[in-house]
């Protein structure tokens, strides 16, 4: 989630909108050692994290275009993975490279591992379009819709609200 939400699309700011700031979210993160990145790597890693974006989005009921798939495809496509042996006799798999593609690996493996946890659908992007935060659903039922309910959920209420009061006003008489 900490990948998708390098994006914050209320406050308008990317935490990895170039290749230093990637770097640094790298070093500051447990995802490896960072890639050297171009100009179409970096947006390899965009398009990446807006493709997760749209499958959060998806988990909280938002349809999703295949064209937003596209990231996710690609990385799916670069990634290679070779199997190794931990000190204790357990079969990993670990990216083969170590590069963007190991970066996608990992982040994919992540994927993999929380889906066959069980716990994919409980990860969501806000409903809110202004907003669609990456947010971990805690509820009983995974009904959680908003990334906060003071925010983005009260905001929604109240648009709806005010929606339902001009609907239900009649129209002012003509003379």
Same mark, same amino acid.
């Given at each position: 989630?900490?990948?998708?939400?390098?994006?914050?699309?209320?406050?308008?700011?990317?935490?990895?909108?170039?290749?230093?700031?990637?770097?640094?979210?790298?070093?500051?993160?447990?995802?490896?050692?960072?890639?050297?990145?171009?100009?179409? +790597?970096?947006?390899?890693?965009?398009?990446?994290?807006?493709?997760?974006?749209?499958?959060?989005?998806?988990?909280?009921?938002?349809?999703?275009?295949?064209?937003?798939?596209?990231?996710?495809?690609?990385?799916?496509?670069? +990634?290679?993975?070779?199997?190794?042996?931990?000190?204790?006799?357990?079969?990993?798999?670990?990216?083969?490279?170590?590069?963007?593609?190991?970066?996608?690996?990992?982040?994919?493996?992540?994927?993999?591992?929380?889906?066959?946890?069980?716990?994919?659908?409980?990860?969501?992007?806000?409903?809110?379009?202004?907003?669609?935060?990456?947010?971990?659903?805690?509820?009983?039922?995974?009904?959680?819709?908003?990334? +906060?309910?003071?925010?983005?959920?009260?905001?929604?209420?109240?648009?709806?609200?005010?929606?339902?009061?001009?609907?239900?006003?009649?129209?002012?008489?003509?003379?």
């Amino acid at each position: 989630m900490t990948f998708v939400n390098t994006r914050d699309l209320e406050e308008g700011t990317d935490a990895i909108a170039d290749p230093a700031h990637f770097a640094a979210w790298i070093a500051d993160s447990d995802w490896g050692e960072a890639p050297a990145l171009d100009a179409e +790597s970096l947006q390899q890693v965009h398009a990446l994290r807006e493709s997760l974006r749209a499958l959060l989005r998806a988990n909280n009921g938002i349809e999703v275009d295949e064209e937003e798939l596209a990231g996710l495809r690609d990385a799916v496509q670069r +990634s290679r993975y070779q199997p190794t042996l931990s000190a204790d006799g357990h079969v990993i798999l670990e990216p083969a490279a170590n590069d963007l593609a190991a970066f996608e690996a990992r982040l994919l493996l992540a994927v993999e591992r929380i889906q066959s946890l069980g716990a994919w659908p409980r990860l969501k992007a806000c409903g809110d379009d202004g907003c669609q935060w990456a947010f971990f659903d805690t509820t009983r039922n995974h009904s959680k819709t908003w990334c +906060s309910m003071e925010d983005c959920g009260n905001r929604e209420k109240t648009r709806r609200y005010r929606e339902r009061k001009t609907s239900a006003q009649p129209a002012p008489a003509k003379r």
